[in-house]
Structure formats: C-alpha cells, structure tokens
Antibody, heavy 123, light 110 residues
C-alpha cells in the first residue's frame, strides 16, 4: 500500500547537524510534491519545507530558512531534510507528507503522511 | 501565533453537531483551497477534507467542509466518542510562499 516512512531522528546537541530521510513506497514518488511538517511536544503542526516533484522548486519556513535543506532522490524514492545549526526549539516529531498538487497552485493538500521521527535537540 | 486562527476547543454531547472555524486572510484562505486534518494523540495527522469541501475515500459524510471569503469551517454531525481528536486547517499562503496551519482545535465529546 502507499506508504511514507521517516527515519534518522535522535538526540543531538545544539549547533550540530542531523539528516532525516523519508522513504516512499506503493506510489509513483517522482510524480508528487513532498512536504516536511513538524510538531513540537504538546504543540500544533508547523510546516517546515516543501519540494516540487522533480526538485526544481523548494520552499522553506522562515524559522528554518538558511539552516535546513530539503532534497530528494527520485531514483531511490527518498526525501531528505538536512538540518544544520540545530536549536532547542527544533525539537519535534518530523513528518513527511505527500501533496498531489503544486503547493503554490492554490490546490495543495497533504493526502498521505508518514508516522514521524522524533528529533530532540539537547545538551 | 498561527497564521490561521482556530478555537482551541469545542465540545458537544454524542449525536450532536460541532463546527470548527478557521479564519485567515486573502493571501491564504480566500485565494487558495483549504484542507482539514484529524490527529489522534501519538499518531500522524490524516487528511479529512480537501479542496474546501471534498472528502477522501473512506471519510464518512458526517464530516463536511465549507469556505466563504477568508474563513473556512469544518462540521462534524452525529458526534461520536471516536471523533475526539485534534483538528487542523491548512492552506498555502501566497504572500508568505509557505504552507500555513491553524493552531488546532481539540474536540471533546461530553
């Protein structure tokens, strides 16, 4: 069945880096935009970044711009989030989510979500 | 402070109806489609409504969505204890070039 599975989370010290992965299966990964969304403990959803189906367009939340990089390898059906200069406020469960439309088209929605991976930034 | 504004909580008795509002502005709700997500504790969000008022396959017709101007609304009729969850609205914001979510609304069945 259609599935997204995140991995790579863990405990990391402030200022260090971490790379998350999101493996897709059961659908044509290369046809979809994909988003990263995070949720701090006890808090609401916060959008992090999005990438167009071929990687030609990327968008970032102001809170992570310049520190995080979203990328994808369609040959491996995998999405990545490279996180640098991590801060305590980046502590959250990170979800990847599929979007059947171009997010800037006005029709986007997140129709398939992974189970999430927890990132804890602490010394 | 979320770009989209939702009430923190709503409640009603079993079988009753609740509505959840989502207020935004022209750069997001007015000019872009709204979607709604249901999230149970410790689990991933799930798409409930897309394109303002459409339900994905498998979502019961007790759930409905609407949009007017800069506001959107999620309705749940025939409330069940299994509907107790957090609900989020979301859409693209053309000015921010960012996806935005509401702060979330906790539904409680009394």
């Amino acid at each position: 069945q259609e599935q997204l599975v995140e991995s790579g989370g863990g405990v990391v010290q402030p200022g260090r880096s971490l790379r998350l992965s999101c493996a897709a299966s059961g659908f044509t990964f290369s046809s979809y935009a994909i988003h990263w969304v995070r949720q701090a403990p006890g808090k609401g959803l916060e959008w992090v970044a999005a990438i167009w189906y071929d990687g030609s367009d990327k968008k970032y939340a102001a809170s992570v711009k310049g520190r995080f990089t979203i990328s994808r390898d369609n040959s491996k059906n995998t999405l990545y989030l490279e996180m640098n200069s991590l801060r305590a406020e980046d502590t959250a469960v990170y979800f990847c989510a599929r979007d059947p439309y171009y997010y800037g088209s006005g029709r986007g929605n997140l129709d398939l979500w992974g189970q999430g991976t927890l990132v804890t930034v602490s010394s | 402070q979320s770009v989209l504004t939702q009430p923190p909580s709503v409640s009603a008795a079993p079988g009753q109806k609740v509505t959840i509002s989502c207020s935004g502005r022209s750069s997001n709700i007015r000019n872009n489609d709204v979607s709604w997500y249901q999230q149970f504790p410790g689990t991933a969000p799930k798409l409930l409504i897309y394109d303002n008022d459409k339900r994905p396959s498998g979502i019961p017709d007790r759930f409905s969505g609407s949009k007017s101007g800069t506001s959107a609304t999620l309705g749940i009729t025939g409330l069940q204890t299994g509907d107790e969850a957090d609900y989020y609205c979301g859409t693209w914001d053309s000015s921010l070039s960012a996806w935005v979510f509401g702060g979330g609304t906790k539904v409680t069945v009394l």
